[in-house]
């Protein structure tokens, strides 16, 4: 493996990532406090993905016919300059909700064309058995950054102006496109690797291709799971924190601090955690997220509430992380692109459909009952994983490889 190239890729995955949680946890805090309404919480997360439910599709064959470096560049730039444009409303004092929401649509649309570019060259310029390892390694980097950039968040929330914590965010993502610039990478295009095709007959035929391995449609659903409970959660933990625990901002950074904590654990267990439970992974994963929201519904105790958000955080990442690097492995290198931009399709639509009706959950019987209801395609999901850990090609790669 190239270690300057695998110290770049991490930095990229790390600022991108720090910066993204920072602006995340500062946006929804702010939002709720200026607005007192948990449903506009809900509209936030929502509103995000509806712009990828279109845009993913497209992404995926513009990925896998593109340069893959030259496309995360494009969205970390675009990216620094939605910030810029946020700072301003809050350097000029031109608050709006719809403009918070509105900018908050382009970053997250931004984010689908980023992520998978990244994840793409990473299947690309890495021998296929060195993927696990990679794949284990972004994780980790990213949930660090996740971590960093939450407590700073929770603590610039309450310490400086939102200008001044925008203009620190902004940074981070210029720091994060740079490191994307200073990767060293030759698209397969360019070594005269891809036959051409028109744009429609790669549309068409990422769809032929999930169908033809169909256990493709049980990592989406799985990996789905995972990502609906990691961003409902970090949507509505402003809420919970402000209301059910009746804490504040610094309050709400360790909370935050703690969930992250828990991916960065499972980056370190993610090898350990494969090999002793191999095709039983998902489920034993999604005991532990069912275990986490279960303790999150019914305390009220700071203290306690560290340990359900830690379980969830951990959990969450282990869906996440494990079973990513098990599609990416069954997946040939010139789908990678459409069956990542496939998979956040699936993520984000989960969360478009449920984000306004947990907003209105929250608001009108207490947000505690949002997490309650997280635990329905927790049950479900380990039902499909109980049936998905059976699967023959399930089978062998987990007991093939390691991650």
């Given at each position: 493996m190239d270690r300057f190239l695998t110290q770049k890729l991490m930095s990229a995955y790390f600022l991108y990532e720090c910066g993204r949680a920072m602006y995340f946890v500062l946006i929804t805090?702010?939002?709720?406090?200026?607005?007192?309404?948990?449903?506009?919480?809900?509209?936030?997360v929502s509103f995000g993905f509806v712009p990828g439910l279109f845009s993913n599709l497209i992404f995926g064959v513009i990925i896998d016919r593109g340069n893959r470096?030259?496309?995360?560049?494009?969205?970390?730039?675009?990216?620094?300059?939605?910030?810029?444009?946020?700072?301003?409303?809050?350097?000029?004092?031109?608050m709006h909700l719809w403009i918070f929401i509105s900018s908050?649509?382009?970053?997250?649309?931004?984010?689908?064309?980023?992520?998978?570019?990244?994840q793409a060259l990473v299947a690309e310029v890495y021998p296929k058995e060195s993927l696990p390892?990679?794949?284990?390694?972004?994780?980790?980097?990213?949930?660090?950054?996740?971590?960093?950039?939450?407590s700073s968040g929770g603590l610039l929330?309450?310490?400086?102006?939102?200008?001044?914590?925008?203009?620190?965010?902004?940074?981070?993502?210029?720091?994060?496109?740079?490191?994307?610039?200073?990767?060293?990478?030759?698209?397969?295009f360019e070594r005269g690797l891809r036959p051409p095709s028109s744009f429609l007959n790669e549309l068409k035929g990422g769809f032929i291709y999930v169908h033809a391995n169909r256990m493709l449609y049980g990592l989406f659903v799985m990996t789905m799971i995972g990502q609906l409970t990691f961003h409902t959660t970090l949507g509505f933990l402003s809420v919970?924190?402000?209301?059910?625990?009746?804490?504040?901002?610094?309050?709400?950074?360790?909370?935050?601090?703690?969930?992250?904590?828990?991916?960065?654990?499972?980056?370190v267990l993610g090898t350990?955690?494969?090999?002793?439970?191999?095709?039983?992974?998902?489920?034993?994963?999604?005991?532990?997220?069912?275990?986490?929201?279960?303790?999150?519904?019914?305390?009220?105790?700071?203290?306690?509430?560290?340990?359900?958000?830690?379980?969830?955080g951990l959990s969450t990442?282990?869906?996440?992380?494990?079973?990513?690097?098990?599609?990416?492995?069954?997946?040939?290198?010139?789908?990678?692109?459409?069956?990542?931009?496939?998979?956040?399709?699936?993520?984000?639509?989960?969360?478009?459909?449920?984000?306004?009706?947990?907003?209105?959950?929250?608001?009108?019987?207490?947000?505690?009952?949002?997490f309650l209801m997280l635990g329905i395609p927790v049950v479900l999901g380990i039902v499909w994983s109980v049936i998905q850990s059976k699967h023959p090609a399930f089978l062998e790669i987990t007991a093939k490889q390691s991650a």
């Open positions: 805090w702010f939002l709720y406090q200026w607005t007192d309404n948990a449903l506009y919480t809900g509209l936030l470096k030259r496309l995360a560049e494009i969205a970390g730039l675009l990216s620094a300059c939605c910030l810029l444009g946020l700072w301003s409303t809050f350097f000029f004092g031109w908050h649509m382009i970053m997250q649309t931004l984010g689908s064309l980023f992520r998978p570019s990244l390892r990679i794949f284990s390694w972004s994780n980790t980097a990213t949930i660090t950054g996740s971590l960093t950039g939450a929330a309450g310490l400086v102006t939102m200008n001044v914590s925008i203009a620190i965010v902004l940074f981070l993502y210029t720091a994060g496109w740079i490191a994307v610039t200073r990767l060293a990478y030759q698209p397969l919970y924190t402000s209301e059910h625990l009746q804490q504040d901002a610094f309050v709400y950074g360790l909370l935050d601090s703690v969930f992250s904590i828990g991916g960065i654990t499972a980056g350990w955690w494969w090999s002793t439970f191999r095709n039983r992974l998902g489920i034993m994963s999604l005991l532990l997220m069912a275990a986490g929201l279960l303790i999150v519904v019914w305390t009220q105790q700071v203290w306690v509430s560290f340990i359900g958000f830690f379980l969830i990442s282990f869906v996440r992380a494990l079973l990513q690097s098990i599609q990416q492995m069954v997946t040939d290198a010139d789908f990678h692109g459409r069956m990542s931009s496939l998979r956040m399709l699936c993520n984000q639509t989960s969360v478009v459909v449920t984000g306004p009706i947990f907003g209105l959950i929250a608001e009108g019987y207490g947000v505690r009952y949002v």
